[in-house]
């Protein structure tokens, strides 16, 4: 995973850092700071939605022609286990399915302790890289 990449995106706002990348496993890591908190001072439910997306679109990215195909979120869901003020978030994700279209994974995203933070599954699309092309205006 080219770091580049990451530059002035939603990962690079909230100081996400990419740990492993591979076709079976993406390990991501990212500080809780008040970029991410909501106004209550809590861990922003959405920000654990944004870090499990971002593993499951980099997987699935991992695994499809890199060249000709992009990964594109399709559907997400989040069960948020425990609050969170502050510390360090991991995320990891699996493959619970490799097709041709679509991808699903699971991720696990725990705190500084090993304790569950938020437990998500998310379906990512593989679609054609030209149908992302801008259209002329």
């Known amino acids: 995973m080219d770091e580049q990449m990451l530059r002035n995106t939603v990962m690079e706002t909230l100081g996400v850092q990419v740990e492993e990348t591979s076709a079976d496993r993406v390990v991501m890591r ?3 700071t008040d970029a991410a908190r909501q106004p209550f001072g809590l861990l922003h439910g959405g920000v654990s939605v944004v ?3 971002s593993c499951a679109s980099i997987g699935t990215w991992m695994n499809i022609d890199q060249e000709t195909q992009a990964a594109v979120g399709l559907e997400i869901n989040a069960n948020h286990i ?3 003020r502050e510390g360090v978030l991991t995320a990891v994700a699996t493959p619970l399915h490799r097709g041709r279209t679509t991808m699903v994974w699971d ?3 725990t705190d500084e302790e ?3 933070v938020c437990v998500s599954r ?7 890289r030209k149908s992302l092309a801008p259209r002329p205006a």
């Open 122 to 128: 998310c379906t990512v699309a593989i679609v054609n």
């Open 82 to 84: 425990r609050a969170k």
């Open 107 to 109: 991720i696990r995203i």
């Open 114 to 116: 090993e304790r569950l």
């Open 51 to 53: 870090l499990a997306e």
């Open 30 to 32: 990212m500080p809780i």
